[in-house]
């Protein structure tokens, strides 16, 4: 099973990463935190660790830790904007129960 | 669920391998700078070609003057010119050292200013503080490395006594801030000297002791090296003694010669006959003789003259060394290296004192004037990580595996992530798992696996004492505190009562890099497993605590287990969901059973509590029940 990013997040992406001006992609995972278990992790990259997981979409490469990549296989990422706030989706097939405050979600 | 943007990755993870990091000395006569050049700590020379910057800054100018251009004016304009500024940082006029600061800043031809109850230059027409006056020698420095490195400069390791306390600390820090420079750590001078032996690196405990004598101040540190931490066992010194009072020394014995004494000599002649009694005590180091003039005076002073002088002062540093050697609780045969830091330490007699001392050669390869800023420079350069992570297993920046404490079901409760700065400090909040626990077991570990039995034991301590309280009402406090040398001291506090309980640790004994990796390569290769595990650890307590609210219920109100079918399946489902949890197995079922009796459970307790209502209401009048609310 893989991860996906509809195109308006890869867009959206490769935007952000020209207006920062440097930087291999972007980075996926997960951190203990929030009261329902696990928050994600999305950052810039700028340099490969051999053990990743590392996907590309078109020219975006998307690197998940091993560790952080149980818990995120076959998620779907997406940019969207929900009224006044725009950002990217995480739709994660993994996780069940979402905290009220959308901080973490927890994965049965 | 929100929505995300992406963030700046966490400094942890940045790439550092671009950046330069600088290892500077700020001592109080001199100072210097060092960088790794070629792969090799080198010191870095300004325009001229000096190494040694002096610790002075001239504030006559429009612009602070720093260095040997600043060195001039000490005579044609002592009072705007200002030296030694290391002894008065961070120090307080309330202090016990108030009088002697006093007395120093008489000599100095300054004055106290107890306005910030902290000492101030007042000049002609404006007024410093020490941490000015140390913040532009710094920036002198880095501007120096700016232009040999030519790259900007930003983080530094700068080097401090031994004995510094936290106020002389913070103020080299501020004066560090205040010049642009982002400390990476103070280093203590004698472990800087260490570092610089590559004494860290012998795989050994070591009782080392550093014998520094600089210009104007003596330090001697015994330092212990154990599980590749140094810790200063004892600090000894004078900070009014040093290479200038040699110098002092043989100005007055050039001076007696001729029947003169210093104190009838105008400052400038002062100045004049100091800086030549200082060349004539730097040139007897490699020759046997050396000429002085005196206006019409010439004279002839040989080794043994400065040795004769230098004598009462060199006793007065092994008077001090003993002292010191005493208070470490250390045997003189205790001590497996010396070494030798400082100018004055070049001179002959001083290296075979100290040689007869302590019965051993000391170390003296590396220039005893370098030897301090080189090893800030080595250190530096660990910090910013280009060392090989092999070789810097011992000094350590980041936490390399993760800390936790063990929780209910043998599953590690990560406190501190790997990968976080040090020094660290993280409080969490945990609490009571029974009713009338009295006691905690706190269980430290270190690694990344999920379960206790997977990841490294560090420590188990106790808190006990607690008093009685329902489950989940206690409230203990957990503080995990990582220094910069990487040693843990957990504490554990009850909040009401407030009883402690704490451990202290260095996490890393017995590990190196490869053992690190394989911690990590194995919570990557298990992460599939180790989630299983910890999901069916979770659910083994969640069904345990289910069966204990059961067992409560049950106590508290016999049912009638025959005429009930529905209480018949909830027993069925609670003996099958015990059964589960004792045998392995049934391991697999165990979430299935979990949830049949979970739904079996929340019909019984809400029918448990319909059943208290109505026996509550029963045949009540409504006035009645607003009788029973209102008590």
Known sequence: MSITLTPAAID??????????????IRLGVRKSGCSGMAYVLEFFDEIDDLDHLFTFDTVRVAIDPKSFVYLKGIDIDYCREGVNEGFKFRNPNADNECGCGESFYVE | MGLLTISEPSSANKNKKNKQAIGIDLGTTHSLVASHLQNKPTILPDQSGRYLLPSIVYYGADRPIVGCDAEPYLLTDPEQT?????RFMGRREQSSRAQKIEEQLKLYHFHLDPKHGMPVFVLQDKQVTPIEVSADILQTLKKRAEFILQDDIVEAVITV???FDNAQRQATKIAAKQAGLTVLRLLNEPTAAAVAYGIDRLNQNQCIAVYDL???TFDLSILQLSQGVFKVLATSGDTALGGDDLDTALAIWILDQQSLTLATLTRTEQR???VQARSIKESLTEQSRAIAHWKE???EITQSVLDMISKPFIQKTLQITHQALQDSGQMLTDIDQVILVGGATRMPCVRKQVTDYFQQIPHSRIDPEQVVALGAAIQANMLV??????????????LPLSLGLETMGGLMEKIIPRNTTLPIHIKQSFTTYKNGQNGMKFHVLQGERELVADNHSLAIFHLTGIPPMTAGLARVEVTFQVDADGLLSVTASEMTTGIQASIEVKPLYGMDQSDIMNQLKASYEHAESDKKQREFREKQIESKQLIMALHQAFSEQEIEKEKDPESQDLYAALAALEKALACAELC??????FNRLNILADAYFSKKANQNLKSCLAGRSIDGIERISND
């Open chain 2, 161 to 163: 006594p031994a004995y």
């Open chain 2, 385 to 398: 990580g280009h060392v090989p992570p092999e070789e810097a297993v011992l000094l350590l920046d980041v």
């Open chain 2, 214 to 216: 600089g210009g104007g």
């Open chain 2, 297 to 299: 005076w010439t004279g």
């Open chain 2, 588 to 593: 697999e079922q165990l979430n299935e059973y």
């Open chain 1, 12 to 25: 959206k992406i490769k935007q952000q990463l020209k207006h920062r001006g440097y930087g291999v992609g």
């Open chain 2, 272 to 274: 004049a006959i100091l």
């Open chain 2, 82 to 86: 200002i030296v030694s500024v290391k």
